[in-house]
């Protein structure tokens, strides 16, 4: 089964927006084996979006639009795969009553819905529509010409759980049986090595299938089954998994996670434990990681910033001597800053974080040079980074992941340096 995913909207084509719509697409379809053979953004032109379809349906099965259904003048989307497949717009009857419900429960009872809102509930004659609990205008998917078009709205509040609790049950009901697949996600190995690692298994076979994917800071395989049942499809997985977890060992650290901050955040509420940061230049952003969980009031003690060398010295009691001596950017330093966080807080860990994110250096370290530190009640660790070359943003994400994986180390009692070199 061929698919095209088609993006809508001229902020793609000019690169003020990512267009992740798409990919949260391709990932869901790959999941029921639907091969996405052609990926196309087209602009806020009604002529050039009906081409698109009109050529799209000539070559796909299924065709899977994303944005162009809100209430502006440039939302054409509907407008042209109507006329592509020659069918009127009409108004939805049932969408129109929930919109004006939506309306009121808004408390805009004193403005009148505009037509342009209920342009929002045309829909092709002969599709069902798709209820959006997450916006104002409704999804829809049209059966025509032997291909099935699914609309979606564009906003990733919005895409993500339609695709999930809307497109999800129709691909389902597209397969005889079951496709099921598991992520086992890695810290500490880059994505070429690993596959150079994986890849004489992973091209020996055929179902289950392997697939290795880089993500920001971390890699991940993706293991795929096809089978009558879940059962089936679990059992055929297990042992690829296990074979896979064992050719890295602890280097992979969790399976179906969102990643690494919330893996070591959900780790330390389960065992119990606390932790307090000192950031100087992550600027809270592995503080910022942890509370993106919910409960972390529970493990988060809490953290302070200590940009300059003078927050050091007062707001943790670094010596001012020590920082004049080592430097702000150093293991000595960067001790200091675990071991007393802790002590502050009193929690059951300390972590800190100082080094030189960019542009500029400090004319003794290059410029992505880290120290981070992780303090408990017995010792410190640090783990000295060149992160050279990959920007402020990439500097911070890396230094936040790496105390992240010497936290989970330390909770697990694996060895704490085996994951130094990324």
Not at 190 to 215: H, I, V
Not at 359 to 388: C, I, M, N, Y
Request: proline residues 5%.
């Amino acid at each position: 089964m061929k698919a095209e995913i088609i993006s809508v909207g001229t902020e793609l084509l000019l690169g003020t927006t990512i267009n992740s719509d798409a990919a949260d697409v391709a990932l869901l379809l790959s999941e029921y084996g639907i091969n996405v053979y052609w990926q196309t953004v087209v602009g806020d032109n009604p002529g050039r979006v009906m081409e698109a379809v009109r050529r799209a349906k000539g070559r796909a099965d299924i065709i899977i639009t994303t944005g162009g259904l809100g209430p502006t003048c440039d939302d054409l989307t509907k407008n042209a795969i109507a006329e592509a497949f020659s069918l009127p717009l009409v108004l939805n009857a049932e969408e129109e009553r929930h919109l004006r419900e939506l309306w009121r429960e808004r408390h805009y009872t004193s403005l009148e819905i505009t037509p342009n809102n209920l342009q929002q509930v045309m829909l092709p004659e002969g599709s069902e529509p798709l209820r959006n609990d997450w916006g104002t205008a409704p999804g829809c998917v049209l059966r025509a010409e032997g291909v099935m078009v699914i609309m979606l709205p564009g906003p990733p509040r919005e895409i993500r759980p339609m695709l999930e609790h809307r497109v999800r049950p129709i691909l389902a009901s597209l397969s005889d049986g079951v496709i099921a697949s598991h992520t086992i996600h890695f810290f500490g190995i880059g994505e070429s090595e690993m596959e150079y690692k994986l890849r004489g298994y992973m091209n020996s076979l055929t179902n289950p299938t392997l697939a290795p994917y880089a993500k920001n800071a971390e890699c991940l395989v993706r293991v795929t089954a096809s089978a009558p049942g879940p059962d089936e499809a679990e059992a055929m997985m297990a042992p690829v998994i296990e074979r896979v977890r064992g050719l890295f060992g602890d280097l992979a650290y969790g399976m179906d996670t969102p990643g690494l901050a919330e893996f070591t955040t959900k780790l330390m509420l389960e065992k119990g434990v606390t932790l307090a940061t000192a950031e100087s230049c992550t600027g809270g952003e592995l503080a910022k990681s942890v509370t993106d969980v919910p409960g972390a009031s529970a493990a988060l003690k809490g953290g302070v910033v200590v940009y300059t060398n003078e927050a050091k010295a007062r707001l943790l009691g670094v010596p001012a001597g020590l920082i004049e001596e080592k430097g702000a950017v150093s293991y000595e330093v960067a001790v200091e800053l675990a071991r007393r966080v802790r002590e502050l807080m009193g929690s059951d860990f300390g972590v800190g974080i100082t080094g030189l994110a960019g542009p500029d250096g400090d004319g003794v370290h290059e410029v992505g040079t880290v120290f981070v530190s992780l303090a408990d009640k017995d010792r410190v660790w640090v783990r000295e980074k060149q992160l050279a070359r990959r920007g402020r943003a990439q500097v911070r994400l890396y230094a936040c992941q790496h105390a992240f994986d010497m936290l989970r180390r330390r909770i697990q009692g694996l060895d704490m340096e085996a994951a130094a070199d990324i």
